[in-house]
């Protein structure tokens, strides 16, 4: 029953590396979401995408880019990892209904926690 | 912009106690409220929302909301906890219209026995 699968559940990456996090929902969801989950601060929205190849800038992008070649697959990708990039991020999917939209809820993947070195 | 504020970090209760957690947003516009809650290790969940209509919120496993728009306020209560009830509870706000989802800080409540 599984909707939402992130890949990774934990990840320990050098600093540098390039890391590659997938996300794919089998819902035929059109919007996807990537946030950072960290202690005190919440869910913040890194990026997120309405429908394939578009995205938009959440509240905090610096250092992270995105790919969605296909619906169901959601990709965020850090081009050279920082420790400060250390936390646990979430991807998310939702429906897409014009006005609508802001009323769907999201459904969440289980998260991937990674540990920069 | 829409910001979402959770008064307490952490909530310690004793089991069968009365609990609300507090959510306060920032604006007026009309806007769609959510409490999620995320178990240990696992992903957030829905546990309430609120579109329209009535402004109290029924929710899964006995939880309940009360939209105040003067106080620009969505408080989460439960009127008897039970252990299982352990978890971090997020409440989040869109302005209606739109796709992003602004969570606040999260509050952390621990179910004593």
């Known amino acids: 029953d599984v909707k939402v699968t992130q890949s990774s559940r934990y990840l320990v990456k050098r600093t540098g590396e390039k890391v590659f996090l997938e996300c794919v929902q089998d819902?035929?969801?059109?919007?996807m979401f990537w946030y950072r989950q960290d202690p005190g601060l919440g869910l913040r929205l890194i990026y997120f995408?309405?429908?394939?190849?578009?995205?938009e800038k959440g509240d905090i992008p610096e250092g992270y880019s995105v790919s969605r070649e296909k619906k169901e697959r959601f990709s965020l990708i850090l081009e050279s990892a920082s420790t400060n990039q250390t936390s646990m991020y979430l991807c998310?999917?939702?429906?897409?209904?014009?006005?609508?939209?802001?009323?769907?809820?999201?459904?969440f993947g289980a998260g991937s926690r990674l540990t920069v070195l | 912009a829409q910001s979402v504020t959770q008064l307490d970090s952490q909530v310690p209760v004793f089991e069968e106690a009365p609990v609300e957690l507090r959510c306060n947003y920032s604006?007026?516009?009309?806007?769609?409220l959510f409490w999620y809650v995320q178990y240990p290790n696992q992903g957030l969940q829905l546990l309430l929302k609120?579109?329209?209509?009535?402004?109290l919120v029924k929710g899964i496993n006995g939880f309940e909301a009360e939209f105040n728009k003067s106080q620009t306020s969505f408080h989460l209560r439960k009127p008897s906890v039970h252990i299982s009830d352990t978890a971090e509870y997020f409440c989040?706000?869109?302005?209606?219209?739109?796709?992003?989802?602004?969570f606040g800080q999260g509050t952390r409540l621990t179910i004593n026995p």
């Open positions: 998310a999917s939702s429906l897409y209904d014009g006005s609508l939209s802001g009323a769907n809820v999201l459904t």
């Open positions: 819902m035929d969801h059109e919007n």
């Open positions: 995408s309405y429908d394939v190849k578009m995205k």
């Open positions: 604006s007026s516009v009309s806007v769609y």
């Open positions: 609120y579109l329209s209509g009535s402004t």
């Open positions: 989040a706000v869109t302005d209606r219209g739109a796709q992003k989802l602004v």
